[in-house]
């Protein structure tokens, strides 16, 4: 079945740090790729998402390209922020283009120290 | 507007008995999905409604846990003769359509079960 892999932290930076969390996945078909995050004390929202290889998809200067051959969706921002704090899950979408539920990684602690 | 509302938000029971969660989606949204957060499987899916009807239960994981949804809306999970491991986060997330690929899952915040 589908899977996704992501590395689990916790990742501690000094803020305006450079930040990859790296994100692979196994997947017949075209899965839809996201990342969501999940700020202290609160809900899992959608941070950013691709829907097809080659798209880069990017919020909240946060960038993911969608990398068919390696099979990838590493997550980049150039400079963290303390804000930037939270639990970052990589997800993917069925893959076998009907409606389902998302498959997760297990999470990305970040911790971003002043 | 309102975002998915969930209750309880915390729900402590003990072993065997069994418990109802809640869930009230984005109104409009047609699909509506239960997940399972825990510290040893991480996020998991459980179950997906499209309207009333559940195309994929694929994720339940006994026989114990069934959900239902009425009138296109409210959603019910319930787990029967509660075990320790059920003890997690459950989330309930809505969209607008049921093509998880194009259109963004919103989360509610969940109810944290414990089991004792």
């Known amino acids: 079945g589908d899977s996704v892999t992501q590395m689990e932290g916790p990742v501690t930076l000094s803020e305006e740090a450079c930040l990859t969390i790296n994100c692979t996945y196994t997947a017949t078909g075209y899965p839809s790729l996201f990342w969501y995050v999940q700020y202290p004390g609160e809900g899992l929202q959608l941070l950013l998402k691709a829907t097809k290889a080659d798209d880069k998809g990017s919020n909240k200067g946060f960038e993911a390209t969608y990398r068919k051959e390696t099979t990838s969706f590493h997550l980049e921002k150039g400079s963290v922020q303390v804000s930037d704090s939270a639990v970052y899950f990589c997800?993917?979408?069925?893959?076998?283009?009907?409606?389902?539920?998302?498959?997760f990684g297990k999470g990305t602690h970040l911790i971003i120290q002043p | 507007g309102a975002g998915v509302s969930q209750s309880p938000s915390n729900k402590v029971t003990e072993k065997g008995k069994d418990v109802e969660l809640r869930c009230d989606p984005i109104?409009?949204?047609?699909?509506l999905y239960w997940y399972r957060q825990s510290l040893g499987q991480g996020l998991e899916f459980l179950i997906y409604?499209?309207?009333?009807?559940?195309?994929?239960k694929s994720g339940l994981p006994s026989d114990r846990f069934s959900a239902e949804r009425t009138g296109g809306s409210v959603s019910t999970l319930t787990i029967q003769r509660t075990q320790q491991e059920d003890s997690a986060v459950y989330l309930c997330a809505s969209s607008s359509s049921g093509r998880a690929g194009m259109n963004e899952q919103f989360f509610g915040p969940g109810t944290r079960l414990t089991v004792l």
């Open positions: 997800a993917l979408s069925g893959s076998g283009g009907g409606a389902d539920g998302l498959t």
């Open positions: 109104s409009g949204h047609t699909a």
């Open positions: 409604f499209q309207g009333n009807s559940a195309p994929d």
